[in-house]
């Protein structure tokens, strides 16, 4: 269980809390006192919270940041990548794929981030690590489907490009059914900023680096959200 944390808490009146005419104030405000404010959540107690949540929650230096709800497109998109890349990757015995939900750790230098990616594969004998029941530490491979929302769109295409580098995750993939494109980014030896392998869109095949053999039909993944 977290500790309580009084110390770390806003000053709440429950008197002033919004509630229906005639009513007596309950005093769930007071449950905020139980947890850290923002900037001040350890990863302890991050990993707590969420191990008892299926919420979405991911984490940077102290603060926690809440995922949007998925919509039923971007469920059927991450539900037909994932058939297919685990499909691939079990056949030639290359790793493990997993569906989203799973917290990926990444420590740089003096930040220390869970990121949560959509679709993610780790590979026999991978410089990754596994972290047991709770979370990998690092992946190769992640992908992400973009949600039709802004701090969505800004998530995956600026912090986990950065975030994905600097942990240095081999490939990154963003799906994006709202442009009809999937950008496929690979880590060149040494580097932690990706480079451009390819921005494929219907009509095309999404291709890997990292994994050679395997591709992805852009016209049948987006068609797949369509059922």
Not at 86 to 115: C, M, Q, S, T, W
Request: charged fraction near 25%; charge should be negative.
């Amino acid at each position: 269980m977290l500790t309580t944390t009084f110390d770390y808490a806003y000053d709440f009146d429950p008197s002033a809390a919004p509630r229906p005419r005639g009513e007596q104030p309950e005093l769930v405000w007071e449950l905020a006192t139980m947890f850290p404010a923002q900037g001040a959540w350890s990863v302890r107690d991050y990993l707590e919270l969420t191990d008892a949540t299926n919420r979405k929650i991911e984490y940077t230096n102290g603060r926690l940041e809440f995922l949007a709800m998925p919509t039923v497109t971007h469920q059927r998109l991450v539900s037909w990548l994932f058939l297919l890349l685990n499909g691939y990757v079990a056949k030639a015995g290359l790793g493990e794929v997993l569906p989203g939900g799973i917290r990926v750790y990444f420590d740089d230098a003096d930040e220390e981030k869970f990121r949560i990616p959509d679709v993610l594969f780790l590979s026999k004998g991978s410089e990754a690590e596994w972290g047991g029941e709770r979370y990998w530490r690092g992946v190769d491979l992640a992908i992400e489907v973009v949600s039709d929302d802004p701090k969505s769109l800004s998530r995956d295409y600026e912090d986990k490009v950065r975030v994905y580098g600097a942990g240095r995750v081999p490939e990154y993939w963003i799906v994006d059914p709202q442009e009809q494109k999937i950008t496929v980014l690979t880590l060149p030896e040494g580097a932690d900023k990706y480079a451009e392998h390819g921005v494929f869109r219907p009509g095309q095949t999404a291709t890997s680096v990292l994994l050679g053999g395997f591709a992805v039909d852009v016209k049948a993944c987006f068609d797949a959200a369509k059922k």
